[in-house]
Nanobody, 121 residues
Framework: QVQLVESGGGLVQTGGSLRLSCAAS????????MGWYRQVPGKQREWVAA???????NYADFVKGRFTISRDSAKNTVYLQMNSLKPDDTAVYYC???????????????WGQGTQVTVSS
């Protein structure tokens, strides 16, 4: 019902910038919010930022002031602009969509395949 395709990861030096994109293909599903998570090997996946369908945004403390989440409703795409990148930002970044299938009450999660971001020191 929901397919998420991320792009935009890569290798960047400390202080550099990257923009991640997540394109959503949706059938018989209502998305309530989309967001980004990240994960490094051996650690739990952690939440980074989220945006609702009304464009309300929220950020983890460790990215506030550096990352910006935005959306293009016409393209069903969410972006994560990452500035002032640090080596600690190195991770696989995953796009997430939360919402309900038509007629469902319980909210479901969908995930993209992930895109690697590597910040060199």
């Amino acid at each position: 019902q929901v397919q998420l395709v991320e792009s935009g990861g890569g290798l960047v030096q400390t202080g550099g910038s990257l923009r991640l994109s997540c394109a959503a293909s949706v059938k018989f599903f209502t998305i309530n919010a989309m967001g980004w998570y990240r994960q490094v090997p051996g650690k739990q996946r952690e939440w980074v930022a989220a945006i609702t369908t009304r464009s309300a945004t929220n950020y983890a403390d460790f990215v506030k002031g550096r990352f910006t989440i935005s959306r293009d409703s016409a393209k069903n795409t969410v972006y994560l602009q990452m500035n002032s990148l640090k080596p600690d930002d190195t991770a696989v970044y995953y796009c997430n969509a939360k919402g309900q299938a038509y007629g469902a009450v319980i909210e479901s999660d969908y995930w993209g395949q992930g895109t690697q971001v590597t910040v060199s020191s």
